[in-house]
């Protein structure tokens, strides 16, 4: 059983930054990892995602603000998340993708107000 934990979330004004983490209890190297957030009322929403080569892909509203990446040696993707906006609030889930099984995480949330 493949366990993600993620962490990093929290609250922030507009404009702001976090910085997501995720852990995974194993080796990452050769699956594509990602996150997804859902809004409350929403359906969940591919944020990043970053494929074993490191080839990456965002969702339409990212617009260049956040940037995933992965450190393998460390089983651990990362989502930089700059000019926070209001909408972005959401719970982020990271997941393990491009096996049999795909893994989520619990979830962190990230809260935009002012």
């Known amino acids: 059983q493949v366990q993600l934990v993620e962490s990093g979330g929290g609250l922030v004004q507009p404009g702001g930054s976090l910085r997501l983490s995720c852990v995974a209890s194993?080796?990452?190297?050769?699956?594509?990892m990602g996150w997804y957030r859902q809004a409350p009322g929403k359906q969940r929403e591919l944020v990043a995602v970053?494929?074993?080569?490191?080839?990456?892909n965002y969702g339409d509203f990212v617009k260049g603000r956040f940037t995933i990446s992965r450190d393998n040696a460390k089983n651990t993707v990362y989502l930089q998340m700059n000019s926070l906006k209001l909408e972005d609030t959401a719970v982020y889930y990271c997941?393990?993708?491009?096996?049999?099984?795909?893994?989520w995480g619990q979830g962190t949330q990230v809260t935009v107000s002012s």
């Open positions: 970053i494929t074993r080569g490191g080839g990456t």
């Open positions: 194993g080796s990452i190297f050769v699956y594509a």
């Open positions: 997941y393990r993708g491009g096996g049999t099984i795909t893994y």
